[in-house]
């Protein structure tokens, strides 16, 4: 017999995008000069949450919020529990030196991609601010890092995961607990 795992609904469609608003009104609230701020996905899904909230801000704002990705993980300490898998192109549009940088993931649970993440952007420079956005933050810390902005908390065991999916590349849109 085959045990099914179950899915629970975290955010339904029209919550992630009610989340999503919310989250880019903090954004133009915090960040006083948005020509100074570059969004920076972390993969996978942070990369993909980083074009909506581009779009996002360009609706609410006029301005084009320049945006990269970077991926940590030749920069993480534990490579062998977590495991690898495909890189992604770091691409950083910009100097980074005086800019505001917006670190974008979807999940934050240990830390330590965070942390990973800051190691591999210190490589390109050093930014005026760093700042953490995160969908959901599941808990867990083993790292003193928290998000400056983040869609919601949601405790979790370890065993459980946290899935964000995105119509334009799941097909479905919402937040899952599994």
């Not at 993980?73 to 005086?98: E, M, W």
């Not at 902005?149 to 459980?160: D, H, M, R």
């Amino acid at each position: 017999m085959t045990k099914t795992k179950k899915r629970i609904v975290i955010l339904t469609e029209i919550e992630l995008r009610k989340t999503l608003l919310c989250l880019t009104y903090e954004i133009i609230k915090k960040v006083k000069n948005l020509e100074n701020l570059v969004l920076v996905g972390i993969p996978t899904r942070g990369i993909d949450l980083a074009e909506v909230l581009e779009k996002e801000l360009l609706l609410k704002t006029g301005i084009k919020i320049r945006k990269g990705t970077i991926d940590p993980t030749f920069y993480r300490d534990d490579q062998n529990r977590v495991g690898t898998r495909l890189i992604k192109a770091t691409d950083i549009p910009t100097p980074i030196d005086k800019q505001e940088i917006l670190l974008i993931d979807d999940v934050i649970y240990t830390g330590r991609t965070i942390r990973a993440a800051m190691d591999a952007l210190y490589s390109w420079g050093r930014p005026q601010r760093v700042m953490l956005l995160v969908m959901v933050d599941r808990g867990h810390r083993e790292l003193p890092i928290q998000p400056d902005f983040c869609g919601k908390t949601v405790p979790t065991n370890k065993s459980e995961k946290i899935i964000l999916r995105l119509n334009n590349v799941d097909n479905e849109e919402g937040v899952f607990l599994e």
